[in-house]
């Protein structure tokens, strides 16, 4: 079901994904056996800094979402000149829609803590942490037993697989806070506090966890490094393109045949996707819209899904890859709703810390309720526009800045929904076929 | 849903009292209460054990929605209220729930058997519409499914 | 300071490397608004309303936390800006009260400023109301949460000026408040009343409890006599409410408006400070000599009275047992002064005009009646008595100079002290040097007592005695000097603490703009005033030794201990 390209067999992950299924927990053993801790055995051998090159030279970027280069995000850390420091990874997934570092952590555990410890020898931390989501009961507990096993094993805690290098990990819950996947907010929250978001700068990767220089990665981000470091950058450009080597998780749901996680090589167009690994719309209908990047993400209409899978070529469309959630709407589906649950979502998830995320969202929501009751004027909407600017342009975080996303895309692709639904817009106004 | 009854003194002696240890302890708190919530006098004894303000304390507390401030059943039902969810037939899930438990979204029974909460995406948008009760993950639900889940959780307590 | 050259809406200017785009722009002239900023306080960027275009930035950048850099070019006005701006104002002022002419604020709140700045007269957004209830729960502040911006001010200085630890940040989102605990109510927790959160609140949120009215009703009441009292910090900052610069003594001036106003008799706070400091000077020395619990503590701040009594309630036989010297004043007022004028003590209505919100709690307190009738009746701070002076119709600049009233008006220099951190110890060791060494001290100024540090320390040679005293301000300051004497490991005889920083003329009931910059000002003004006095030296006071000769008999005795002495009570 993935998609693979120029005769490559092999993927970072290779899901098989069957029938809506997941298969099995891959284990120690079978992880060893497919030639899993070959890559740390390897940069063992090798001065840290050469992991981090290599790492640079592969070209990956956060999959988190931001999409920041994972090597100068080491190299920050590893630069710095004082000693302590953290690995943390980042796995509070909360982007609606997105479930694939639950099923790396479900089903691939032992690749994130190669990964991670990769990622500690690089930037020359010793004590990591594992930030899981509190929805997540069956990843926090195939990680705990993951880590015993690995440090059962020697490949983890102290002179790991006899080396000099020693690296703790351990896992940290969240307790209900999508804002804690944001960087900053994830530290405040394991240091006791409000999961809100710090001033930026400082970056962590200067003064993150109590202060200390700190590597926070994605889940996926993490568990792309054994294949970096195991198969080298020239096999990992080859996936993918120039602008953006690799490939990408993508959670893929809503009203298509086949809903699941595949992995994708960089470059392959939404399209694409939509139809080879989606299988298309479900029950013959139209395809109306594909909100691509969850709740902060955009929503699109059909002739924007020839857009490759790509940083470069996304940005110049303003489509926001995200998280990788691709969340298709046939012809049945209302944006209008849409929009209001994704609304709904960011005002019970913002954490009201700065004015124009908290009382915009408040307004954005009243308004959306008025819309969706039949009650919104002409004004409502010029009123949403300039909130969701303000919002974008004046938030203090990506939560507040990403929030509108939904609703501005909406507005410039389905305007004509919103118009139907302001009472004060003359019928004549109202476009055809808006449904 | 461990170690039900343990004390809070308990919990903050295995857990340490750095400003890390906050947040776990919390929620290790909630598991350790029948009621599934966090009350007073423990986040009063947390405050003092920690050296936080109670004020601080109840900052983090209410700030975080799995942690919750009131009594809550002792089974625990979260309906996924995101789009995939909800476009997969979310609304018809909670009606049934709300029928069958005689309380709407948000509310514990009188008899204090569930809760019933609205919950952020639960990462199984490929089994939506999905639920979790108490911790167990169920998705591709129908109507008549979720209420079955209901009844059998109700004889497993009977039994 | 190497400086960094950039451009302000196209003019190359350049401000110290480090400082932030707020403070260069405002250093230059250029207005940035702002809410949640404060001068003292750590950076927040929540408000949002201070955003400005930086070149090459996508977003907007807050102008508080983002620091100036080489060759940055910065547009404070631009439509974009200006959109912005009264965007945010406008989402704030569509959750907020609409009641502005009611509100105890108007006339000086920020966010009134600036939607009048912002010609927000046509709010675009939908209001929606709110009804959150009115913490008026104590006697000395009230707390409005409709009226929070949540600009988290209040909790900055409740957390980590005075670590009192009451107002913080609950919840998240719509719902968030800076509350108590469970939504508790200010009298239901620790709350010392210090009210430094009212003034660095920028709107009508957080106030002090509004006295006027029962000023007026005993004024108007032609059969009370009314007096009042004046703290020795209302003279140096009074001025403030009437647009003179912080800092400038306005002690004759105050006087006459008071008279114009209305009281019967205008007396001072500093004759009972003076007293004070006979009252607790003897005390410690009797526990020096005795073997009495040391360190003694100073007594005169009821947010720290209040403080100990919650937090160190196995500490309070330190406290000195004298009554402050606004409880002193009415305790003799309605015995003392009562006799003198022949006027019975239930006709006599006691006003303190006061820099401090926790004084009209100490006021109510039951024990403070020990003459069978309230010592004070009614206290004002700084902040109502401009109020009632403008109700009152005083043209404060233009009025001529007057003179407190005999003989509860007489005072020194070392009573003006009592204002500054470090008065009280400084106007003690002047009195405890000459009455041990029993020689005239020379010089005056003990200046290792002066100044903001938190906590300051000195020795002093008492005829070969080395006496090691400890001064501190703020109640953070306090904590830590009260977790040593708890350890055991404070070695000091005599320690004085003023709950609020700077002493009481950074109290809680001073005017707002209430800053370091307005502390050391008016600290400056406080030792101008004891320098231009003409006794310096409490037990100089010829009031006072009168009062000792046909009244109060000696110090500690028998009707001092009835009338000027208290006791604490455990809170904890």
Request: aromatic share 8%.
């Given at each position: 079901m993935n998609i693979r390209r120029n005769g490559q067999s092999d993927l970072v992950f290779n899901i098989e994904w069957q029938g809506g299924q997941t298969g099995a927990q891959i284990d120690l053993p079978d992880y060893l056996a497919r030639g899993g801790y070959q890559a740390l055995r390897r940069a063992l051998a090798t001065d840290p800094a050469q992991v981090v090159q290599t790492v640079k030279d592969a070209g990956l970027r956060g999959r988190g979402g931001a999409a920041f280069p994972t090597g100068l995000k080491m190299e920050h850390v590893r630069d710095n000149l004082e000693l302590e420091r953290y690995v943390i990874c980042n796995a509070d997934e909360g982007e609606p829609g997105t479930f694939k570092d639950r099923f790396v952590m479900t089903h691939l555990p032992f690749q994130l803590l190669e990964?991670?410890?990769?990622?500690?020898?690089?930037?020359?931390?010793?004590?990591?942490?594992?930030?899981?989501?509190?929805?997540?009961?069956?990843?926090?507990?195939?990680?705990?037993?993951?880590?015993?096993?690995?440090?059962?094993?020697?490949?983890?805690?102290?002179?790991?697989?006899?080396?000099?290098?020693?690296?703790?990990?351990?896992?940290?819950?969240?307790?209900?806070?999508?804002?804690?996947?944001?960087?900053?907010?994830?530290?405040?929250?394991?240091?006791?506090?409000?999961?809100?978001?710090?001033?930026?700068?400082?970056?962590?990767?200067?003064?993150?966890?109590?202060?200390?220089?700190?590597?926070?990665?994605n889940v996926e981000t993490l568990a792309n490094l054994p294949a970096i470091i195991g198969r080298g950058a020239v096999w990992y450009r080859s996936l993918g393109t120039a602008d953006s080597p690799g490939t990408k998780l993508i959670s893929l749901s809503g009203d298509v045949n086949n809903r699941g996680l595949f992995e994708v090589p960089f470059g392959v167009s939404f399209r694409e996707i939509i139809e080879s690994c989606g299988g298309g719309i479900k029950n013959g209908r139209k395809l109306k819209a594909v909100n691509i990047g969850g709740a902060s993400g955009v929503v699109v209409p059909p002739h924007e899904l020839d857009c490759r899978l790509e940083y470069g070529a996304c940005a110049k469309r303003e489509i926001t890859i995200g998280s990788g959630a691709v969340f298709v709407l046939d012809d049945t589906r209302s944006i209008l709703d849409n929009v209001r649950n994704r609304a709904a979502f960011f005002l019970h998830e913002s954490c009201g810390k700065c004015t124009p995320c908290r009382e915009g969202l408040r307004q954005v929501n009243r308004i959306i309720g008025a819309l969706c009751g039949g009650a919104g004027t002409a004004s409502d909407l010029a009123k949403l526009e300039r909130y969701t600017r303000t919002m974008q342009q004046a938030a203090f975080c990506g939560l507040g800045q990403a929030a509108g996303n939904t609703l501005i895309s909406s507005l410039a692709y389905f305007r004509s929904e919103y118009e139907a639904a302001c009472r004060d817009v003359q019928p004549a106004a109202k476009k055809e076929g808006t449904a | 849903m461990l170690d039900k009854g343990k004390s809070v003194q308990a919990i903050i002696s295995e857990i340490g009292t750095s400003k890390t240890a906050l947040l776990p302890i919390l929620l290790a708190v909630q598991d350790a209460s029948p009621a599934h919530y966090v009350n007073e006098a423990a986040m009063n004894e947390i405050a003092a054990r920690l050296k936080l303000s109670r004020s601080r304390v109840y900052s983090t507390a209410s700030f975080y929605s799995e942690i919750s401030l009131k009594p809550r059943g002792r089974n625990i039902v979260q309906v996924c209220v995101n789009a995939p969810c909800e476009n997969a037939g979310k609304a018809a899930i909670i009606r049934a729930l709300e029928n069958e438990l005689t309380i709407t979204l948000g509310e514990t029974s009188a008899d204090a058997q569930f809760t019933l909460e609205g919950v952020n995406c639960l990462g199984a948008c490929y089994l939506s519409p999905a639920i979790k009760v108490n911790g167990r993950l169920y998705g591709n639900l129908t109507a008549a499914a979720a209420v079955d889940i209901i009844r059998q959780c109700r004889e497993g307590e009977a039994n | 300071m190497e400086q960094v050259a950039m451009k302000i809406n196209g003019a190359a200017v350049s401000a110290p490397q480090g400082s932030t785009i707020l403070e260069a722009a405002r250093q230059l002239g250029v207005k940035i608004p702002s809410l949640c900023h404060h001068p003292d306080q750590r950076v927040k960027a929540n408000c949002r309303v201070c955003v400005v275009e930086v070149e090459g930035s996508r977003n907007l950048m807050p102008a508080c936390s983002t620091r100036v850099a080489p060759g940055m070019e910065i547009r404070t006005n631009t439509a974009r800006v200006r959109e912005t701006v009264q965007t945010i104002l406008e989402l704030i002022l569509s959750n907020h009260p609409q009641d502005c002419p009611n509100c105890i604020r108007n006339g000086n709140c920020e966010l009134r400023q600036l939607a009048a700045d912002y010609g927000m007269r046509e709010y675009k957004a939908d209001i929606e109301p709110v009804a959150l209830p009115i913490d008026?729960?104590?006697?000395?502040?009230?707390?409005?949460?409709?009226?929070?911006?949540?600009?988290?001010?209040?909790?900055?200085?409740?957390?980590?000026?005075?670590?009192?630890?009451?107002?913080?940040?609950?919840?998240?989102?719509?719902?968030?408040?800076?509350?108590?605990?469970?939504?508790?109510?200010?009298?239901?927790?620790?709350?010392?009343?210090?009210?430094?959160?009212?003034?660095?609140?920028?709107?009508?949120?957080?106030?002090?409890?509004?006295?006027?009215?029962?000023?007026?009703?005993?004024?108007?009441?032609?059969?009370?006599?009314?007096?009042?009292?004046?703290?020795?910090?209302?003279?140096?900052?009074?001025?403030?409410?009437?647009?003179?610069?912080?800092?400038?003594?306005?002690?004759?001036?105050?006087?006459?408006?008071?008279?114009?106003?209305?009281?019967?008799?205008?007396?001072?706070?500093?004759?009972?400070?003076?007293?004070?400091?006979?009252?607790?000077?003897h005390e410690l020395l009797r526990r020096l000599q005795t073997g009495g619990t040391l360190p003694m503590l100073t007594s005169c701040s009821p947010g720290w009275i209040k403080f100990m009594e919650h937090n160190y309630p196995d500490l309070l036989p330190h406290l000195s047992t004298c009554k402050s010297p606004q409880q002193m004043f009415g305790a003799l007022a309605k015995t003392y002064y009562a006799q003198l004028s022949g006027i019975a003590p239930?006709?006599?209505?006691?006003?303190?005009?006061?820099?401090?919100?926790?004084?009209?709690?100490?006021?109510?307190?039951?024990?403070?009646?020990?003459?069978?009738?309230?010592?004070?009746?009614?206290?004002?701070?700084?902040?109502?008595?401009?109020?009632?002076?403008?109700?009152?119709?005083?043209?404060?600049?233009?009025?001529?100079?007057?003179?407190?009233?005999?003989?509860?008006?007489?005072?020194?220099?070392?009573?003006?002290?009592?204002?500054?951190?470090?008065?009280v110890m400084e106007a003690a060791l002047r009195t405890v040097y000459e009455v041990v060494v029993q020689e005239e001290l020379t010089e005056v100024n003990f200046t290792e007592v002066r100044g903001m540090a938190g906590i300051k320390e000195a020795t002093v040679d008492l005829n070969g005695l080395p006496v090691k005293v400890a001064v501190a301000h703020g109640l953070a300051h306090a904590r830590r000097l009260m977790d040593d004497v708890r350890a055991g490991q404070a070695d000091y005889a005599f320690v004085e603490v003023m709950c609020c920083p700077g002493g009481c003329i950074g109290g809680g009931g001073q005017p707002y703009g209430t800053g370091t910059a307005s502390r050391e000002a008016r600290i400056a003004a406080t030792y101008a005033v004891d320098a231009a006095m003409p006794l310096r030296k409490s037990h100089h006071n010829p009031a006072v030794q009168q009062l000792y000769q046909d009244f109060l008999g000696q110090p500690l005795g028998e009707k001092s201990h009835h009338l000027l002495h208290t006791a604490y009570c455990d809170r904890s």
């Open positions: 990964g991670m410890t990769l990622a500690a020898y690089a930037v020359g931390a010793n004590r990591g942490i594992i930030y899981i989501r509190y929805e997540y009961p069956e990843a926090q507990a195939s990680i705990r037993h993951s880590i015993a096993a690995a440090v059962e094993a020697g490949l983890l805690g102290d002179n790991i697989l006899g080396s000099e290098f020693s690296f703790h990990l351990e896992i940290f819950s969240g307790a209900g806070s999508y804002l804690c996947g944001e960087e900053t907010a994830l530290l405040s929250s394991i240091e006791g506090k409000k999961g809100r978001p710090r001033l930026k700068p400082p970056y962590p990767t200067q003064s993150g966890l109590w202060g200390k220089p700190t590597l926070i990665n | - | 008026t729960s104590t006697l000395s502040l009230v707390r409005d949460p409709n009226k929070c911006i949540k600009c988290g001010r209040c909790a900055e200085v409740c957390h980590h000026v005075q670590e009192t630890g009451i107002l913080y940040s609950h919840f998240r989102s719509t719902d968030i408040g800076v509350a108590p605990e469970y939504g508790k109510q200010l009298s239901e927790v620790n709350c010392v009343l210090c009210g430094q959160c009212v003034l660095v609140c920028p709107t009508g949120a957080l106030h002090e409890k509004d006295d006027i009215p029962a000023v007026w009703a005993a004024i108007d009441n032609h059969e009370k006599h009314v007096v009042v009292q004046v703290a020795p910090a209302v003279r140096v900052s009074i001025a403030e409410e009437f647009g003179q610069a912080p800092g400038t003594i306005a002690t004759d001036k105050l006087v006459s408006a008071l008279r114009f106003a209305g009281f019967d008799r205008v007396f001072d706070t500093d004759f009972t400070a003076d007293l004070t400091i006979l009252e607790e000077g239930e006709d006599i209505f006691v006003v303190s005009i006061m820099p401090c919100t926790a004084k009209k709690f100490e006021s109510a307190r039951p024990e403070m009646a020990d003459s069978g009738y309230r010592d004070v009746d009614a206290v004002l701070t700084t902040r109502e008595l401009g109020r009632l002076l403008r109700q009152a119709g005083v043209d404060f600049n233009k009025l001529p100079p007057g003179e407190f009233d005999a003989p509860l008006g007489v005072s020194t220099g070392a009573a003006a002290l009592f204002g500054a951190t470090g008065g």
